[in-house]
């Protein structure tokens, strides 16, 4: 069985995600489409990435990634590192003819993603963007059912992703608050999600209509790099910066298909953690989902005779996508892990077959332009096509 050498860039919450799919892939996916070895693991520091590799299972680690990069010996680069790295780093492993496998959004800007692309299409690597959702079985169930026609014709599709993480004015201040680094808030760093399930599910977004909010202006400067996500608070006497992304956005869509939609996203929704929602109405049927009960799918089929008619709940299992490889029970259950090591295994597979991955970096660029016209549409306030 082929091995796969990984350098893994960046130490913090992703990379832990990421080391675990390579680790637990081959347990679940047998045989295999290649075995992932954990070389190498880079981190800001020397503490920091000595501590990555013990803590990850990498047989190495370094402060500089240029040093993976130029590596003849590693086969992948994993980008788990803030937005403003992306592109930079992305370019340099194409240009090295490394495969790549990068955090979401792809960028800041769709320039960056524009370029990003373009080095991606120049040497032919496998690339694959990690909006990891659309990997929980019930979202590719729903994807299997509307392929099928099992709700005809897509008629709306209303999508939501509400946090509370950065509600508290007093979480403070790290790279997500900060357009140099993220480049939005939660337009980039949870919209993107939807919109990835929406292009998913239903197609390319042609048109849409938006609203960028920010509610807390300033907050208190983070100490250290690592995101702690809404877990530790800032005292009053900490110095203040600008909040210069938004807290909140939402935007109508019209899809390319004819369907219409909306989509929500806030990380300011006082006891909503990870609320991945969305209701798909067909004109045969409607799907529910929400992923803080993501072994279920709620269906409803409009074929059923009238006395049967009703929501009914599906608890994705064994006879579901990817089920035979994850747990032999329906509704055992399904975790944010479990999405990532489908990722993982749908990666290397693409490698190994010499196959396109997806979502890939065309699909991270046209989601930037999506992001683009959303931001553009909020300040013009009217309808602004994506140029998808
Ligand atoms: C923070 O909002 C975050 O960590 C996102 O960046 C991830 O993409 C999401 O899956 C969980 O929340």
């Not at 099928?148 to 209303?158: H, K, M, V």
């Not at 939005?184 to 849409?208: C, F, N, P, Q, W």
């Not at 202006?217 to 995101?227: I, Y």
Request: hydrophobic fraction near 40%; aromatic fraction near 10%; proline fraction near 4%.
């Amino acid at each position: 069985m082929k091995k796969y050498n990984v350098g893994l860039i960046g130490a913090g919450f992703m990379a832990k995600a990421h080391s675990i799919a390579y680790a637990a892939m081959p347990m679940f996916f047998w045989p295999a489409p290649g075995i992932p070895v954990k070389k190498i693991i880079c981190d800001l520091t020397e503490e920091g990435a000595k501590d990555a590799a013990a803590r990850f299972g990498f047989e190495n680690y370094t402060t500089k990634w240029q040093e993976i990069i130029n590596d003849p010996d590693i086969d992948i680069i994993d980008i788990a590192t803030p937005n403003d790295s992306h592109a930079e780093i992305a370019i340099a492993a194409a240009e090295a003819g490394k495969h790549i496998f990068c955090e979401k959004p792809i960028a800041r800007t769709k320039l960056e993603a524009e370029a990003m692309l373009k080095a991606a299409k120049l040497s032919g690597v496998v690339n694959m963007l990690a909006f990891n959702y659309r990997r929980t079985p019930a979202i590719t169930l729903a994807k299997k059912f509307i392929d099928e026609g099992a709700i005809g014709n897509i008629l709306t599709f209303r999508g939501t992703y509400l946090q509370d993480w950065s509600a508290d004015p007093n979480v403070p201040l790290s790279w997500r608050f900060q357009k140099s680094i993220a480049g939005t808030g939660a337009l980039g760093d949870i919209g993107t999600h939807v919109i990835d399930i929406a292009r998913y599910l239903v197609g390319d977004i042609d048109e849409v209509c938006g609203l960028l909010n920010t509610y807390i202006h300033e907050r208190s400067v983070q100490n250290g790099s690592l995101d702690k996500l809404g877990t530790v608070k800032s005292t009053s006497e900490t110095e203040k910066a600008l909040v210069d992304v938004d807290d909140e956005v939402s935007f109508m869509v019209k899809f390319k298909n004819g369907s219409t939609g909306s989509i929500e996203a806030t990380r300011n929704g006082w006891g909503r953690n990870n609320y991945i929602t969305f209701e798909i109405h067909g004109d045969k049927g409607s799907i529910f989902f929400n992923y803080e009960r993501r072994d279920e799918l709620q269906v409803y089929f409009a074929d059923d005779s009238y006395d049967r008619r009703g929501f009914r709940t599906i608890y994705t299992g064994p006879a579901h996508p990817n089920g035979e490889a994850l747990w032999p029970i329906p509704a055992l259950g399904i975790g944010y892990t479990e999405t990532k090591i489908v990722e993982c295994y749908d990666f290397i597979k693409a490698i190994k077959d010499g196959e396109e991955a997806t979502p890939n970096f065309n699909d991270g660029y046209n989601i930037e332009l999506i992001c683009d016209a959303i931001i553009k549409s909020s300040k013009e306030q009217k309808w602004v096509k994506t140029g998808c």
